[in-house]
Structure formats: C-alpha cells, structure tokens
C-alpha cells in the first residue's frame, strides 16, 4: 500500500478489516452525501491492464476508528474485478480522489487538511507524487465528504465548491495553481450549512448544481436551491429557490435541454430517525430558462413508496433508491441505520411522465446511499453491505440493472484514467 504521507512506490503492506469494525456516525452522515459527476466521451470496452489497456481508479472510505481511505487501480469495473487494497495508495484523514476522465492522473484530496496532491499514475498502476496545491487560504474544511464539490470543466480549469466557506475555488489542474475565487454567499441559508448535491449537470456555458442544507443537529432544512454557474465568466448566472424540497442532491439533463432536479434518500434517513425533514420531490426547469415550472412529490412517481437520489439512466429515464418499509432493520432508530438497512431497491421512472414506475426485483435489496458515475458513456451507482464492510457497483444504462465490481468499504468516487 502506497501512503500518500510517505509516497515511495513500492512500499506494500496488506490492509484487513477488523472483523467488529465500528461505524463511525459522523462519518456516516457524510457518507449520505458523497458524489460525483462527469462523463468520459471517449467510450470503450474494458480490457487487460497494460500499455493499451483502459485503467479505472476506485475511491473507497473505509469506516473503521480511525476511518481510512485508498485509491486502487483496476483494469475493469465488472464482476468479479479485484479492488486490491495491497497496492492501493492510501490517502491522508480518509480522504478521497478526483480526476478528470481520461486525464492518467489522480488528485488525492486530504481528509483534514485543505489540500490535494497530483499523481501520475503508471501503465502498471504505480502512482508517482508530482505537486500538492493548498486552499488554506480560502477555505476551512477540505469537503473531502462529498464529491460533488470537485467539478473538472476542462484540462486547465476546475472548480472546488467549497459549501462550508460559501466560496468557489478557480484553479488550473495542468499548473496546480489558484487562478480566482467566486463568492457563494448568496446561496447561505440562516441557521444551516450548505451541502453539495451528488452530481452536477452542464447546460451550455453553465454548470448547475444543488444545495441542501443540514443544522448542527443533522436536522435537514425545508429548502434547496440550484445555483447556475457561468463556467465562461466565473460568475453565479442565478440561484434558484426550491421551496418546501427536502435535501435536492440530484441534478439530471435530459436531451431536450430541460434540468431535473430530486431530493436525495437521506431526506428520508432524517425524517425516518424522528428529525425534521421537508418533503422529497423533484422539479423542473425549463432548457433556456431559470424558473421551476413542474413540482411534483417524488413519491407520486414511485407509487407512493419512499425515494430518492435520481441517477440518469438514459434519454428521460432516471433510476431512484425505493425504500420497501417491511424490511427496515429492528431496532433502527438514527441515520446510519436506516441508511444501513438493506430495505432500499432501484426503481426506474420516466421524468417526462410518458412510461409507468417500474421497481426493479431482479437485485436484492442493500443499503439506501447511492452515487453516480457516469464512466465510458454509461451510469453506475453503487449500493452497501450492512456496517459498510463493502459496497458493489451496480450498471444503470439500461433497463435491467447488472452488478458489477465489489469494494471494501464505501465506494466514493470512480472514474476512468485512460
């Protein structure tokens, strides 16, 4: 195992879980709202690991005391891959990695410090420390929790959503340098911090993201927003109101040019463990336009059933989290557990209204947190075992879901390096 605190490649030592590894609650709650977003255009098959071969990069948390994270290598995000932990590199704080697709590098992101390190990473997956770039200066936290707030819009600009500072970071990949700084300030909610939604669109010049909103007793607030980001200007275009949704984190585009926007199932976690929560819903707003014209519970479209975290399946279909109530764990009682319980099936529905729900039976139930990655033209999820020993990726591009590789721990980022 590589440590990004001492990078010599080589170094191996082989990782094992505890087998009575405690489940860290903070943790958990940030692991209700990891994400990403992102697209590789090249497409491909998987293949062979080598010169020629496609490389993937599996991020995963695993929540033991003191909660630790890696970045492995793999050659295959199918059935039956091996997430090798042994030559994996280790990331400080249990952090997580970011890249652009495609790019052959990874960016670890320091867990408690706000930092992120450049690696190359080698045709035999060994992963060689370039430059580390620090946001001291602008930010307070790293938000190694979620995703969702490392956005890539091209090889020499990237954004780090920085929801804790209410600012935005501008900085260069290609010269890991600082290049400026867009304030967020007029996304703040009294009385709550902001949290990143699990993926982001771009519509034209804008990049459109969600905000939920958290109290420091983990109580959600009634409100979201969506911010629209001028990616050519670096300014904020309009930040939108989602009055009386709970928690929005999903944000989909179909082909027409019309954003959807969804309310994520740890909506449902909160109000499940006594606490105050709005309703799920999901809304949207019209190609060219900034004002929310559908409104609908998200339930209405699930058959009554509980739901959250929209993940695109295609055209205007989108896959949701569905809980079946009959089998929520005894004893649940706070977040963690409703999220643990595997009581939580996909289920498909067309955001256009056109085709009727449809819950998905083929794949036994798991746990309820879910991100998107969108890899190679396709969209994955992910789904848990109970305590989060380990977590599979699941195939969402079609009308039957497929699994796909299983991880230690919690599957938090992946995305293609060549």
Avoid at 175 to 188: F, K, Y
Wanted: aromatic share 8%; glycine share 10%; net charge negative.
């Amino acid at each position: 195992m590589t440590s990004l605190t001492s990078p010599r490649v080589g170094s191996r030592r082989l990782y094992r879980m505890p087998e009575s590894a405690p489940v860290l609650r903070p943790l958990l709650i940030a692991l209700l709202f990891s994400g990403c977003s992102g697209e590789d255009p090249s497409g491909g098959e998987a293949g062979s690991q080598g010169p020629d071969g496609p490389l993937y990069a599996v991020s995963v948390r695993i929540p033991v005391t003191p909660v630790t994270a890696f970045v492995a290598i793999v050659d295959s995000l199918e059935a039956g891959t091996e997430v090798d932990l042994e030559t994996a590199l280790e990331i400080p704080n249990g952090g997580l990695a970011v890249a652009p697709e495609g790019s052959g590098v990874v960016y670890a992101v320091d867990g408690a410090t706000p930092r992120l390190t450049r690696f190359e990473v080698s045709a035999d997956g060994d992963f060689e420390p370039t430059e580390t770039l620090s946001t001291q200066e602008f930010s307070r936290s790293s938000n190694s929790a979620a995703v969702g707030n490392f956005v890539f819009v091209s090889e020499t600009k990237a954004y780090i959503i920085d929801t804790l500072s209410l600012i935005i970071i501008v900085w260069d990949p290609s010269t890991m340098e600082i290049t400026g700084t867009i304030d967020l300030s007029g996304a703040q909610l009294g009385g709550f911090v902001a949290l990143i939604g699990d993926q982001s669109v771009q519509r034209g010049s804008e990049l459109v993201f969600a905000l939920g909103y958290v109290s420091v007793d983990a109580a959600f607030g009634p409100d979201s927003k969506l911010v629209f980001l001028d990616t050519e200007t670096d300014s904020i275009a309009r930040i939108v109101d989602v009055n009386g949704c709970a928690q929005v984190s999903s944000v989909l585009l179909d082909p027409g040019g019309d954003v959807y926007a969804a309310s994520g199932a740890p909506s449902v976690f909160n109000r499940l463990a006594g606490l105050s929560a709005g309703v799920e819903c999901i809304v949207r707003v019209p190609a060219g336009t900034y004002d929310i014209e559908d409104y609908a519970l998200l339930s209405s479209r699930t058959d009554g059933a509980p739901a959250g975290s929209l993940l695109p399946q295609g055209g205007t279909k989108a896959y949701a989290r569905v809980l079946d109530e009959d089998l929520i764990a005894p004893g649940a009682s706070d977040l963690g557990d409703f999220n643990q319980s595997q009581a939580w099936r996909w289920g498909l529905l067309d955001l256009a209204g056109d085709e009727p729900f449809e819950l998905i039976t083929s794949l036994d139930p798991k746990s309820g947190s879910t991100t998107p990655f969108h890899i190679d033209g396709e969209t994955w999820g992910s789904q848990g075992e109970p305590m989060f020993a380990s977590s599979t990726l699941v195939n969402l591009s079609s009308d039957r879901p497929r699994l796909g590789l299983e991880a230690p721990g919690v599957i938090i980022n992946v995305f293609r390096l060549r």
